[in-house]
């Protein structure tokens, strides 16, 4: 079996949940080996291993530490050839599919962004991702010989499969043209204590249907421990920053729960939300799209209905 780099996003509070979804998928296609970006903190390569991955390998160049993509591609390219990778895995984010995109360049591979299955097939590395919206569902196969996928998160639930992970510091030559920018500063966003949008389990997004008052919203997405999105219209009313627009033009999510609150349902809308497992409209218009997409369906206010429900949540 060849190997397959997982590029892991590991830092002081552990492995993020995608990584460990991308062993999961990884190991159905060989052997994963994680790549990490600096020093692993405490614990990271035991939880590595207990995902699967065969080899952990660090890389610590400050420039990789940055977090641009043109080195971190530059990196990973070296680590493949060396390995003889068949398949470079990443999770879908806007900075990772910059690095895939550069990554695939280098290596002359295929490149397959957004997938939400990926499988070892007749021919190679079979895919499947939505596109064009939403409105296709695609299964494609790669035919050169190496594949860089970046896969959207909550794509596959995360099994464990403990090896003991080899661990090796790795020496990458970064060339000039690859470092020819350099972040001179960066400020954290702050911390809502809410999780990641991509990564979250459940999101619960509010549109044009809070009239700017999101308070329902956020108030059933704490009780939920959910991360909260929007929608389109509710951004360009400056009522959530747009860094939570989901769709089109936003982010594109794939919770286990997703609950549209005052939403109609708008294609561009639906194709940032639609490969949820499971959706949840609250609309006071019967006929509004997004009930034909949605598991359950509740007509109301909702300002009446997700109060309600919040109250129910925290009782229990
Ligand atoms: P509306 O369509 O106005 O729907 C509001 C809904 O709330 C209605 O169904 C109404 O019945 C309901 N409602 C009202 N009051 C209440 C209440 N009190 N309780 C319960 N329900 C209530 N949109 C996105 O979301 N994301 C994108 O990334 C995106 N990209 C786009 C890209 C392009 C190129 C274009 C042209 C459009 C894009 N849009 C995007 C916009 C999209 O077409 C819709 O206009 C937008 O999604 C509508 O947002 P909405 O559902 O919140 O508002």
Request: charged share 20%; glycine share 10%; hydrophobic share 45%.
């Given at each position: 079996m060849g190997s397959v780099i997982v590029l892991a996003e590991a830092g002081e509070q552990g492995v993020s949940k995608p990584t460990l979804e991308l062993l999961t998928l990884a190991r159905r296609l060989g052997e994963p080996v994680a790549v990490v970006v600096g020093e692993p903190a405490g614990g990271v390569v035991e939880t590595l291993g207990r995902y699967g991955a065969t080899a952990v390998l660090t890389a610590a160049e400050p420039a990789l530490q940055e977090g641009l993509p043109a080195p971190r591609a530059e990196a990973l390219a070296q680590l493949a050839g060396d390995r003889q990778a068949s398949v470079v895995l990443l999770t879908s984010t806007p900075d990772a599919k910059d690095v895939a995109g550069r990554l695939a360049v280098r290596l002359t591979a295929a490149l397959v962004t957004d997938a939400t299955d990926v499988r070892s097939g007749e021919g190679g590395v079979v895919t499947r991702q939505s596109v064009f919206a939403g409105s296709w569902?695609?299964?494609?196969?790669?035919?050169?010989?190496?594949?860089?996928?970046?896969?959207?998160?909550?794509?596959?639930?995360?099994?464990?499969?403990?090896?003991?992970?080899?661990?090796?510091?790795?020496?990458?030559?970064?060339?000039?043209?690859?470092?020819?920018?350099?972040?001179?500063?960066?400020?954290?966003?702050?911390?809502?204590?809410?999780?990641?949008l991509t990564e979250a389990a459940i999101v619960v997004s509010?549109?044009?249907?809070?009239?700017?008052?999101?308070?329902?919203?956020?108030?059933?997405?704490?009780?939920?421990?959910?991360?909260v999105g929007a929608s389109r219209?509710?951004?360009?009313?400056?009522?959530?920053?747009?860094?939570?627009?989901?769709?089109?033009?936003?982010?594109?999510?794939?919770?286990?729960?997703?609950?549209?609150?005052?939403?109609?349902?708008?294609?561009?809308?639906?194709?940032g939300m639609q490969t949820s497992r499971a959706v949840v409209a609250v609309n006071k218009?019967?006929?509004?799209?997004?009930?034909?997409?949605?598991?359950?369906?509740?007509?109301?206010?909702?300002?009446?209905?997700?109060?309600?429900v919040t109250e129910q949540l925290r009782d229990a």
């Open positions: 569902t695609v299964e494609a196969a790669s035919t050169a010989d190496v594949a860089v996928v970046t896969v959207k998160p909550n794509s596959v639930e995360a099994e464990e499969a403990p090896v003991e992970p080899a661990v090796e510091t790795v020496q990458v030559t970064l060339s000039e043209t690859s470092t020819a920018v350099r972040v001179l500063e960066s400020s954290p966003k702050a911390a809502t204590g809410r999780p990641e509010g549109g044009r249907g809070t009239g700017g008052d999101f308070a329902a919203v956020e108030a059933f997405a704490d009780a939920l421990g959910a991360a219209a509710a951004v360009d009313s400056g009522w959530y920053p747009h860094a939570y627009q989901i769709g089109q033009t936003g982010k594109t999510v794939s919770p286990q729960l997703y609950v549209a609150a005052g939403i109609s349902g708008a294609i561009q809308h639906r194709a218009d019967p006929e509004a799209p997004i009930f034909e997409m949605a598991d359950l369906g509740v007509v109301g206010d909702l300002h009446t209905v997700l109060p309600a």
